[in-house]
């Protein structure tokens, strides 16, 4: 008896507490940029696709919800021929963004992605690039690999000696 | 077997491997890079320090490289020393201060072995805070990708290249730390093993160039354990899928066969599989719609066959399973192998020998073992090439081995053995109708005509075997040589004999079976090898079917003779007016094939079939070896299934493999065994099936989501223990069913040595594969004698002889983008004296006339041909197919 009084009483106390729910939708939800919301695809500073299709978002994927397949263009700089993402399996867990080795992939603070079919939650790489770095601004990933893939020539990278004159024997 | 104690732990090993091998064997996670176990040690890499100590006693131990380290009785050593564990991290972090930051982008990441054995040694953070070393790349040819920037001066490329596969154009350039591993100017690699640097390579250095136009990971690919469909040796192999497409083609081991390399023409010859050119819809030709339905078909075929005027033509490189199936549809007496009379002739004398179990039918691990080899009149290089590289390998082991015997060096020590062994090489004689690169290896070589090899291999015979007749005098300097290859067969142990049919010539067979028989009488352990020119050509020639000349014999007697060709292009076997005779006098024309051809376009009624990567099946190679391989993937289209299954539906029969083959062994007893080959479809491990996708398969739910975004139930397979998901049984299956190489530590195809009962043996559980040519235990034979007449050159006229290519000659592996680019132009070749008696320099053209046709060809001047021969390359899509083995007029345009 005196724990449902005691009960009555702290839900009366909560009339004067601040407010928790928020008119959605007219009034929006303020998350934080590191919420874990929405999958997209990000530009390196340069404009270029930062995604090299190297495959380790899709293995990373504890739902298996994202394919992709490489492909090159004519300097050899790999990208993907498509990319797609089954948002109707997608646990928005960011492990694909963890595993991203070119901050290519990111999960950004946006879920409003309902929609009425299941067959519309597919998205394919025009609907997930945007045009942005998104959360780590000046990365390009093919500045500081060792390959020439159009980007910069061998040996002009960041920590990187000239080419080897392979016809020279001074030490 | 000596007993060791590793980490306070006895155990036993075997005697004479060294402590790396034995510590792999026992199952320790010990990275190495430099050591192979085709290979041997060198010691070069220092990543597989342990610490040996001295007795009991010791204490503070030392550091030794465990690859050249060998086992010794009572020995101990640790592996989780601290002092060893250090030593071969900090190994890793000195390899990775240069190793650039590419994996993301590194075809290699995945299935690299640097990538494992980085992450086995523990080094996680990179403290090098200065600059990397650079390299440019060079352009390899279409099959291997070259990123020099990953080397880490392992040596393993060059030690493949030059010492197992004898190239010479790779070479390594440079000194100190700028080393590089390379060709001297960019161009083609022309050793035609290249494509195993791809897998040799412990990191990403040398890449498949094909897998890279369409990459995808290793833990992407759907595999399953495939047989090679390119020559008649029947190289084990994985095929992998992803996206209904093949991807790329890797070695699966074989110790009995292809061990651990394939050819090029194996390796990239796969992209026949996702070619336009594939057949893909049922067509019965002269509807309003050709396009019909399975149902349609199969009532139409089922009316068709109903009548009983029927035969059916089998393939060399249709599997058993489809060969059989057509011969119960059409009956026993209605089936005909689908090879012109010469090769049947030819096949049957090979398989006459072989069954008679007189002699032992050679494994490619019998010749690598042999300590004298002859190769007579067969231009292995080209039509076998892995027994090439095996007779290399025995070449080069004999000489080994007289070195090790006379000074106490284990056998694995590649350096100091090849060192103190110089430029000895065990016994090899080459005779062929033309030069080969294996002469360079060869103590004695000789290029002749095939008569005149026979009369050699005759003569050599007669040198070893006195109850033959005595040579009368020979004229033919050839003969002068037969002493001493005879001698030197005489005097080995285990000789071993090769030959083959693609000279023509039946007397070079008998000549073979002579000197092996010879051999036996005297003791010998020795075995014969015949290379067959198709993946199944023994398969068929075992059927003792008639040849394709006795069906057209058929024809012209019953008219109106439904045929069903199975999986054959008529026009690759016989001269063209011959082919359109054939179809001329066919009623109608059933064809099951894989791609389009000539033949599939006079079909009236054309059934897609399944190329050996979307079906089951088995082929017989040449030395008698049944091997079954699995259907990689299930197309999309249903239309695309086996010969077989496609016969047997139209027969009402069963579409079960294993009852299949049980019905084979009580039709022909020839293939007694085949039911025994692979475990049947019901086998489970714990009551799972074995997965065809690694743990780690990505994009299962989006792979075909855009389709339809509910996810298909998974493909069932009725005909294998194998499934087509990524769950089932993780362990080690029976080697039969093995559909890749992976264990914890080790993603890479160095992941075999798990699955081997010792680094370099056999497979755990035995190597797959049934043989059916077996040596009796009483052996008994006779001597052919009737020995051919010397050939004479004939005025105005050639004999006319086909030249093999690797890569060119097969119809399949022509679809490949790279090996196309790589074949040969068409042309005649002729001796020197013959083309300046006729004026001739290279480039003229020549016109070769055969029964009233005229063709023309460039000409090329072969100094080493015997004059009186005309080679002409065969199997060229461009080329016509010729009478081969006769006389043609040739003259100069």
Sequence with gaps: MLSHIRTMWLVFLHL??????????????????RYKGRIVLTRDPDGGERCVGCYLCAVACPVDCIALQATEDEQGRRYPEFFRINFSRCIFCGYCEEACPTYAIQLIPDFEMAEYRRQDLV????????????????????????????????????????????????? | MPTIRIDDKDYEVRDGKNLLESCLALGFDLPYFCWHPAMGSVGACRQCAVKVFKDE?????????????PVKEGLRLSIVDPAAKAFREQVIEWLMTNHPHDCPVCDEGGSCHLQDMTVMTGHDYRRYQYRKRTYQNQYLGPFI????????????????????????????????????????????????FSGNLAEICPTGVFTDKTLKAHYTRKWDLTNAGSVCPHCSLGCNIFAGERYGEIRCITNRFNSEVNGYFLCDKGRFGYEFVNSENRIRQPLIRGRLVDAVSEDQLLEYLRHLTGNGNIIGIGSPRASVETNFSLMQLVGIDNFYQGVNEDTAFLQKRVTDILESGTLRSNSLRDIESSDAILVLGEDIWNTAPIMALTVRQSVMKTAFSQTVQQISLPSWNDIAVRELTQEARGYLANAGTSGSPLDKLATHHVQAAPDDIARMGYAIAAHLDPSLPPLSKQENELTARTGEIALALSLARKPAIISGISACNEAILKAAYNIAWALKRM???????????????????????PSFEKALGRLERNTGTTVIVAEQDIYRCLPEEQAEM???????????????????????????????????????????????????????????IEGWKWLERIGGGNERIDQLHTMIEKGLSQFAGISTEAPAAGFRIHGEAVPREPHRYSGRTAMWAHLQVSEPKPHQDNNAPLSFTMEGYKGIPPAAIIPFYWAPGWNSVQALNKYQEIPGGKLTGGNPGVRVLNESAEPRGDFFTDMPEAFSARRGRWLLLPAYHLLGSGEMSMESRGIAELSPEPYLALSMQDAVAMNATTGSTMVVQIMGKAYSLPLKIAETLTDGLAVVPAGLPAMPVLPFGSWVEIVKK
């Design chain 1, 16 to 33: 004067f507490r601040k407010k928790a729910t928020i008119e959605y939708p007219e009034e929006k939800v303020k998350l934080h940029p």
């Design chain 1, 123 to 171: 998205f394919e790489k025009e609907d997930l690039l945007i045009n942005s770095q998104g959360k780590y601004p000046g990365y390009n990933y093919y500045k500081v690999a060792g390959m020439d893939a159009g980007v910069k020539a061998k040996g002009t990278g960041k920590n990187e000696d000239p080419p080897v004159d392979i016809h020279s024997l001074l030490p």
């Design chain 2, 57 to 69: 006693q010791d204490t503070r131990g030392r550091l030794v490289m465990s690859c050249m380290e």
């Design chain 2, 145 to 192: 990708h070259h990123e020099m920037n990953r080397c880490i001066q392992c040596y393993r490329c060059v030690r493949f290249y030059r010492d197992i596969a004898g190239g010479e154009d790779l070479n390594v350039y440079a000194a100190h730390d700028h080393i590089y591993f390379g060709r001297e100017k960019e161009g083609v690699l022309q050793s035609p």
């Design chain 2, 523 to 545: 003791g010998k352990e020795v075995g014969i090898s015949y290379v067959l020119p198709e993946c199944n050509s023994m398969g068929l020639a075992l059927t003792k079917a």
């Design chain 2, 582 to 640: 054939f179809f001329s006098k066919c009623g109608k024309i059933v064809v099951l094939d894989v791609l389009h051809n000539r033949t599939t376009e006079r079909a009236h009624v054309l059934i897609p079939s399944a190329s050996f990567a979307e079906g089951d099946g088995s082929f017989v190679n040449n030395e008698g070896r049944i091997q079954r391989f699995y259907k990689v993937y299930a197309p999309e289209n249903n239309n695309v």
